[in-house]
């Protein structure tokens, strides 16, 4: 039974994941293209996936033509997931909801922004190492799904 609203935020970064922001739960997994089909698929059926926010990426500097291969080629694997499974997908840029928890890029050897805030939003999710970034991420696009929606569905 679907009758569960929810939302997914994805980073589909090289260490990306993705997460389900619900009324009553909240869920992240870390990007694995062996089980990540499985995991969204699942979701769908048990959820009225109302938003999925997929993170627009871009190149930055310094970074090598095999990591943004790598980086692009994750981010077209999730919009031809998306598009198959016909989840309303709209893509949103990292400032964008990075803004809405006051948070920026991340500073040398330091862990990212969003893993504190995201620790302190959702305690009851393993965000236990810098590794977890990824996770973090996909937890704070997925509640800014759920706090954005244009269409208002709750």
Not at 2 to 10: S, T, V
Not at 40 to 69: D, T, W
Not at 75 to 90: D, H, K, N, S, V
Request: with cysteine; charged share 25%.
């Amino acid at each position: 039974m679907r009758a569960k609203a929810g939302y997914i935020g994805i980073d589909p970064g090289a260490k990306g994941a993705f997460a389900l922001y619900s009324a009553d739960v909240v869920y992240a997994w870390d990007f694995n293209p062996a089980t990540t089909f499985k995991a969204i698929e699942e979701l769908a059926l048990n959820y009225r996936i109302q938003l999925v926010y997929l993170e627009r990426v871009h190149s930055q500097p310094g970074n090598s033509g095999k990591s943004m291969f790598a980086f692009g080629d994750n981010f077209g694997w999730w919009r031809g997931i998306l598009e198959a499974m016909r989840l309303p997908c709209q893509l949103v840029e990292p400032k964008k909801w990075q803004a809405c928890y006051s948070i920026g890029g991340k500073e040398k050897g330091k862990d990212a922004p969003s893993l504190a805030v995201a620790r302190r939003l959702f305690p009851s999710v393993a965000l236990d190492c810098k590794c977890h970034d990824g996770r973090a991420d996909a937890l704070l696009i997925a509640y800014y799904a759920a706090q954005t929606d244009p269409n208002g569905r709750k």
